[in-house]
Structures are given as structure tokens and as C-alpha cells.
């Protein structure tokens, strides 16, 4: 494979693969839909991969394993001088529900990639959006969302020559490895900002671990991805911050209660 294997073809795996749904994606937006979780761990009998997900190693070994964590099923994707991929169609009117939603948690970063450097152009692990033109269904554009060795996180990369792969650091570096991670972005916000035009269909998503080109080692978890109409993280950080504060506000209630209470039986015995 090619060292720009981060394209188009790398991600469709074959534009049949994606493309077996696409008759599926909904061709006018407006309407409002609930929200669309996809978990990549649902598996039917006789299956070993996640239902309607697909698999592909590219390069070296790669391993995908459906596991068991603290009482709940997660995916696990790890290579070794490898990069390995899953993949599946999707029918989400994101222009309804805009904004994706998350959980990854990054066990071993592949050793000193950069993502600036077609030669070392490596992720821990990374989720993929795949976008059709309605006007062109030839044109396709990549939106990506990385967890990089070191740049900061907001970084926008293109890939080298290829400038329809586009992704952003949402997080960087190793001081969260081993921890589940909580994501959200806005999809909408993002591919305007980025490519500076519409999006038209989103077509497909791909979940990628790469340790190819740093002739490393890399493992990631990933949990359940939602598209949802709003942003969800800081609507129930707000409303834990107003669960806190009317128990901090019961808190002095009672006290200041307890302290009169306290005096008037003082100023009684005395």
C-alpha cells in the first residue's frame, strides 16, 4: 500500500463495500429524526465481526476483537507494523442530528508518529466520516477526528497530496492512554469550517488503528457512536452544576437552620 493509504480508496475498502447502503441514505434532509447510535460491538450468532460492519487489515497484523469490560462489551482494534480498519454504510440525516458523540479509550500510541509526515503518518486510533456529493456522487470528502502523538489538540491536518482527507486532533499524547474517553463534535460546524462549503450526504464511518508507517504498535478500544440534534456533554455537565448547587444551597440551608436552632437553645438554658 501506497504511504498516502489514508485516502479515499483506504477508507471505502472498495467503493462497493460502503456503497452496498447507500440506496439507504436519505436524499432529502429536513425532517426530524431521533437520534442514530451505531455500536461496533453487536454481534449475531455465527458472527465474528460486529454486525453490518466490515473489516479490512491494509497492511501488517491487525487484530479485531469484540471483549468484555467492567460488565459491558467493547471493541478492541490493535496491529503490530499494521493498520487495520472497520467500516459501515450509514443512514443518518445529519443535518437533523449534526453533532457525534463518542467513547475511546487509547491503550498504546503508535512510537513517534507524525501526522504532518506521509512517512510517519500513524494514530492511535481515529474515527473517519465519509461524505457524497448529491450534485456529484463521484466527489467524495473524508472528515476525520484523530488522537495524535503530539499536536495539539484543534490541529487540522491534510493529508499529504491528498487534499479530500481532512482531520482534526481531538486529542493529543499519552497522559489519558488507558482511560475512556468521552467525545463530541459538531459535524455540520466542522466540515464547513474545513472545506468551506455545504456537506451534502454522509455516506459512511470508518474506525482505524495505524501503525504502519512507525513500524510500532498500536491498540484502541472504542464503545458506542451516536449522532444526536444537539450537543449532549455540556448540557449534562450544566445540569450536574445545577444538581450541585441546589444540594450546596440545601447544605447552607440546613446549617444556617441548625446554627439558629443551636443558639436559641442557648440563650434558653442560659
Not at 62 to 86: A, M, N
Not at 95 to 106: I, K, Y
Not at 153 to 178: A, E, F, N, W
Request: proline letters at 6%; a negative charge.
Amino acid at each position: 500500500m501506497p504511504t498516502h493509504k489514508i485516502s479515499l480508496t483506504f477508507l471505502l475498502g472498495g467503493v462497493g463495500v460502503l456503497g452496498c447502503a447507500i440506496g439507504n441514505v436519505p436524499t432529502t434532509f429536513g425532517a426530524t429524526t431521533p437520534p442514530s447510535l451505531y455500536e461496533p460491538t453487536s454481534l449475531s450468532r455465527m458472527e465474528t465481526l460486529p454486525h453490518e460492519w466490515s473489516m479490512k487489515v491494509w497492511e501488517g497484523i491487525g487484530q479485531v476483537q469484540v471483549v468484555q469490560e467492567d460488565h459491558r462489551k467493547v471493541l478492541r482494534l490493535e496491529t503490530e507494523q499494521g493498520c487495520i480498519s472497520l467500516f459501515r454504510s450509514l443512514t443518518v440525516n445529519f443535518q437533523a442530528n449534526p453533532v457525534v458523540s463518542w467513547e475511546w479509550n487509547v491503550l498504546t500510541l503508535p512510537t513517534a508518529a507524525a501526522g504532518s509526515q506521509s512517512s510517519r503518518d500513524d494514530h492511535g486510533a481515529a474515527l473517519y466520516l465519509l461524505f457524497s456529493s448529491r450534485e456529484a456522487p463521484s466527489k467524495k470528502t473524508i472528515l476525520g477526528y484523530i488522537w495524535d502523538n503530539a499536536r495539539p489538540v484543534g490541529t487540522i491536518l491534510v493529508r499529504p497530496k491528498d487534499p479530500t482527507v481532512q482531520y482534526v486532533v481531538v486529542r493529543s499524547g499519552p497522559d489519558q492512554l488507558g482511560r475512556w474517553v468521552t467525545e463530541e463534535r459538531n459535524v455540520l460546524a466542522d466540515y464547513r469550517s474545513i472545506y468551506g462549503e455545504e456537506p451534502s450526504i454522509l455516506e459512511g464511518m470508518s474506525l482505524v488503528v495505524d501503525s504502519v508507517q512507525t513500524g510500532s504498535k498500536a491498540a484502541s478500544l472504542f464503545g458506542p457512536i451516536a449522532f444526536h440534534s444537539e450537543v449532549q456533554l455540556a448540557r449534562e455537565i450544566q445540569d450536574q452544576g445545577g444538581e450541585q448547587s441546589q444540594a450546596t444551597s440545601k447544605t447552607k440551608l440546613l446549617g444556617a437552620l441548625l446554627m439558629y436552632l443551636g443558639l436559641k437553645h442557648a440563650q434558653e438554658t442560659n
